[in-house]
């Protein structure tokens, strides 16, 4: 069943230019690889998060590569593979964006479902599968309404949005191909997580950002929906290692990573304010809540429905004790220190531009 390993270390990565893609490509090159990264053409630049990654293709050691392509376009697809013949393929790109999947459901399910299968067939059309290892991103988002806590493999997946429901096909298809063609092909099931490099409309960032740019006086208020949805959040850094040691072990298997902690959005808003010396006090009920800042009775949170989402995840909290027993892998960022942590770098980039005039307001 195992693909052979070759001394070979030649990466390829979709979604290279989120947030996981680029803290997994920094990864894989400390940990000597070559890595190739997929971009998407754009018409403004989205390589923020892997700029300082580049080097000049003229300059000596150059183990960092990125090439256009897309999910949805097959031919690309087998021709990348073609050409770079990767040892491990971390198939990261999706639209991951849960309620926007609800605004964009075909497209989700081609870049997210049928995308995956994409991939899983050049590397079968190219008779790759000896060479290449194949890891899918898989999400909690599988599990949906709560079945039973905390999620662990094999409990039974209920999902809850177009993101969700395009995500299990790939999850399936991935399992498939294993067995069917013995590919060496994992998933793995991976809770929240989180970083200073987090896209600005996922819940985490957005209040970081808020609670920054309050602070420095660029805003007033932060708007949210469902402030009760727990979630089991971890450190992306933290996250990248463990995908890598999925396709290390000996037999490709699927596995969840997770903290086995789980908060509110509403614990999270609160830890935030207070990295910056603010306590919320909550006054009201529903979409008439709102946060108030205790000492000066303001307004900083005020619900909004527009946010709400047509069906709603309401609680995960992982099971992380495979992952520890068979891969070595443990979380080691607290939930504490990734507040912290992205607090302080979104009041640095809020210092940056309110000394550059910009306002949201
Ligand atoms: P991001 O949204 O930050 O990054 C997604 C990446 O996919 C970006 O590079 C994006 O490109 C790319 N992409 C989107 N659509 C396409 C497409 N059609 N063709 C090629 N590339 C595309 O997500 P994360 O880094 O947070 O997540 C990585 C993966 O892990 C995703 O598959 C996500 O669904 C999954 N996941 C994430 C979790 C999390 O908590 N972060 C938890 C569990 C699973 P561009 O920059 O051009 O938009
Ligand atoms: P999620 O992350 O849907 O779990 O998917 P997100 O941060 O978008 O939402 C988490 C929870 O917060 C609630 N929420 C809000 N969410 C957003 N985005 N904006 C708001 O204003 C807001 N207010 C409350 C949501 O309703 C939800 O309950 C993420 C993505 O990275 C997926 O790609 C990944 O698969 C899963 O995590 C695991």
């Known amino acids: 069943m195992a693909a052979h390993k ?56 150059v183990r960092f590569l990125m090439h256009y392509g897309d999910m949805t376009d097959s031919s690309n697809l087998i ?4 050409q770079i013949r990767p040892t491990e393929i971390y198939n990261l790109a999706a639209q991951s964006h849960v309620q926007v999947s609800f605004e964009s459901p075909e497209y989700t399910a ?29 999400t909690s988002e599988l599990y949906g309404l709560v079945q039973e806590v905390p999620q662990k493999e094999n409990t039974p997946f209920y999902p809850r949005s177009p993101y969700g429901v395009a995500k299990l096909y790939g999850y399936w298809i991935t399992v498939n191909y294993r067995e069917a063609y013995g590919l060496f092909a994992s998933n793995g099931i991976l809770f929240n997580h989180e970083s200073p490099i987090r896209g600005e409309t996922f819940v985490t960032r957005k209040i970081t950002r808020g609670v920054a740019r309050i ?3 660029l805003e007033h208020k932060l708007y949210l929906g469902n402030l009760d949805a ?14 890598h040691r999925i396709l290390q072990v000996n037999e490709p298997d699927d596995f969840v990573l ?7 959005v509403r614990d999270f808003v609160e830890l935030a304010f207070a990295e910056v010396g603010r306590s919320i006090e909550w006054r009201g009920t529903g979409v008439d809540e709102i946060g108030v800042e205790r000492t000066s009775g303001k307004t900083l949170v005020q619900v909004d429905p527009t946010y709400f989402r047509p069906t709603e995840v309401d609680l995960l909290i992982g ?22 942590e992205m607090v302080a770098s979104d009041l640095i980039q809020a210092r940056k531009d309110a000394a550059n005039g910009q306002r949201d307001i």
């Open 110 to 138: 081609n870049a997210d479902a049928v995308g995956v299968l994409r991939l899983l067939e050049a590397i079968r059309i190219l008779s790759m599968e000896k060479e290449t290892r194949f890891y899918q991103a898989s």
């Open 79 to 82: 021709r990348l593979v073609q």
């Open 6 to 61: 070759s001394n070979r270390r030649v990466a390829l990565i979709t979604g290279v230019t989120g947030q996981d893609g680029a803290y997994l490509a920094q990864h894989l090159l400390g940990l000597g690889y070559t890595v190739h990264g997929v971009k998407r053409r754009s018409s403004s630049f989205n390589t923020a998060r892997v700029d300082y990654l580049y080097k000049d293709p003229h300059s000596g050691d």
């Open 258 to 264: 997770a903290t086995g902690q789980t908060r509110s």
């Open 230 to 243: 727990k979630r089991d959040w971890g450190h992306a850094r933290d996250y990248v290692e463990g995908m």
């Open 319 to 340: 099971d992380p004790s495979k992952a520890r027993a068979k891969l070595g892998w443990v979380p080691k960022t607290p939930f504490s220190q990734l507040v912290r």
């Open 215 to 217: 602070e420095v006086g």
